[in-house]
């Protein structure tokens, strides 16, 4: 399957912000088509993403040479050569970039590129995209396919919103469910619920940039009061039906050594920030916290991992980047037991993949996320599904920028039909 022709074009994201959209297209008229998400809190060892910074139009944040870079440098590396190398494509373009983090020719110009060969391949064989993805992991190839469990952000605060909450999201996972499609229906039951009790109280209902809400409240625990009254309202039961999923994103707050929880006016060493989070995880039924210490704070992450890790997901997110060897780091310190899979951290497919294998192989979780400035793009769903990550988070039941992807995967899962599990609970279970 040759690749004819490679062309990128510069868009615009669920912020407004310019992003790159590439099309690839191959001799037999495939066309893959992918548009690369952009991150507001974003990871110091992240690839980077190019901008025209020099430039006043979009306040700087054009991606005109990202685009310029794409339809000359990798046109031209990849046009003749064979779509279904995907490896050999990734790093070719990688070679040609030539630095550690993707900065010269930019990790959104080559992600754009990586994603939309794998799109028009899986065009070109027939099949769906999910099932490239498969063939493409090095999972065990079995017809057996994983509908990811949702970590749906009802709750912003953070970077994510402009109010009082220090802590960035706050998320249902709906454990209990038989299904990915009632699993949804539950989320999105008790996101309604949480709308209700919030404007009954007087408090704003308006939305962060995933599509929670994002109240003014009087301390961060009360987000958490008010999530089980919402879940409880709903008709469901905290703790079996449904739990709490939370990513504090503690970079943003660190400085000079300490947590500043600006809200409540505290400064918060490491040690304070374990105890916080043991207390909260023993006062409400919250199983995943990610980023719940800053991406430096590799001691703090092994403390908080062998305090809460046994029953906890601790999952790394601004601390992996999905970098393979922050990754390995972290496995050899135990310093988490999860990771945030994010695409255009690393800026290819198959350094994604590969950062999916490992954790897997050494029995770690996987979570498939999107980022705050996402698009119509649906390739995480996907993602999720062809590499049995068991877990995707991508925002609130709200915003077409994030149900596009809860839409697919309920394509994917009405598709699948029986060859399709949903794993609940069982996927957190291995910390037990």
Same mark, same amino acid.
């Given at each position: ?5 490679? @062309? ?33 809190s ?12 020099n430039i ?56 754009g ?10 065009q ?23 509908l ?21 999201? @706050? ?41 929670? @809400? ?54 918060m060493?490491?040690?304070?920030m ?60 135990k ?13 290819s ?9 490992l ?15 996402e ?9 999720a ?6 877990q ?24 699948l039909?029986e ?14």
């Amino acid at each position: 399957m040759i690749i004819r022709k490679i @062309f990128a074009r510069e868009l615009l994201d669920s912020r407004g912000n310019p992003t790159i959209e590439v099309d690839v297209v191959l001799e037999d008229g495939s066309l893959g088509r992918s548009i690369v998400p952009s991150g507001a809190s974003t990871g110091a060892y992240e690839a980077v993403e190019l901008r025209d910074s020099n430039i006043n139009r979009y306040n700087g944040k054009g991606v005109l040479q990202a685009v310029k870079n794409t339809n000359t440098e990798l046109s031209q590396l990849l046009v003749g050569r064979d779509s279904q190398d995907q490896s050999n494509i990734d790093q070719l373009m990688i070679d040609l970039d030539g630095t550690e983090n993707k900065e010269r020719l930019g990790a959104n110009a080559i992600l754009g590129v990586s994603l939309s060969v794998a799109k028009a391949t899986a065009q070109s064989l027939k099949i769906p995209l999910y099932e490239y993805f498969h063939q493409l992991s090095a999972t065990d190839n079995n017809n057996q396919f994983i509908l990811p469990v949702p970590m749906c952000n009802i709750l912003n605060g953070g970077a994510h919103a402009s109010n009082s909450v220090d802590f960035q999201e @706050f998320m249902l996972m709906p454990v209990g469910s038989e299904s990915f499609s009632e699993g949804l229906r539950w989320v999105v039951e008790s996101y309604q619920q949480l709308r209700t009790l919030l404007a009954k109280n007087s408090y704003d209902t308006s939305v962060g940039d995933e599509g929670g @809400f994002a109240p003014n409240l009087k301390n961060n625990r009360s987000a958490l009061h008010l999530l089980i009254d919402a879940i409880q309202i709903a008709g469901y039961t905290p703790g079996k039906d449904m739990v709490i999923a939370l990513d504090p994103a503690m970079t943003e707050l660190w400085e000079k050594g300490k947590y500043n929880l600006s809200s409540e006016s505290k400064l918060m060493t490491s040690t304070d920030m374990i105890k916080l989070w043991t207390e909260w995880c023993n006062d409400f039924p919250i199983s995943s916290i990610e980023d719940g210490l800053a991406e430096d704070d590799w001691n703090g992450w092994q403390n908080l991992t062998s305090a809460i890790g046994k029953n906890v997901q601790i999952v790394g997110d601004d601390l992996f980047v999905t970098n393979i060897n922050r990754l390995k780091d972290g496995i050899e310190m135990k310093a988490a037991n999860s990771i945030l899979i994010k695409l255009n951290q690393v800026g290819s497919l198959s350094e994604t993949i590969n950062a999916i294998t490992l954790a897997k192989q050494s029995g770690w979780t996987t979570i498939i996320s999107h980022r705050s400035g996402e698009t119509e793009d649906t390739t995480i769903a996907h993602l999720a599904v062809g590499t049995g990550a068991g877990q995707i988070k991508t925002g609130a039941p709200a915003r077409t920028d994030r149900t596009a992807k809860y839409n697919e995967l309920l394509r994917i899962e009405e598709l699948l039909a029986e060859k399709g599990t949903y794993p609940g609970i069982s996927i957190l279970n291995h910390h037990a």
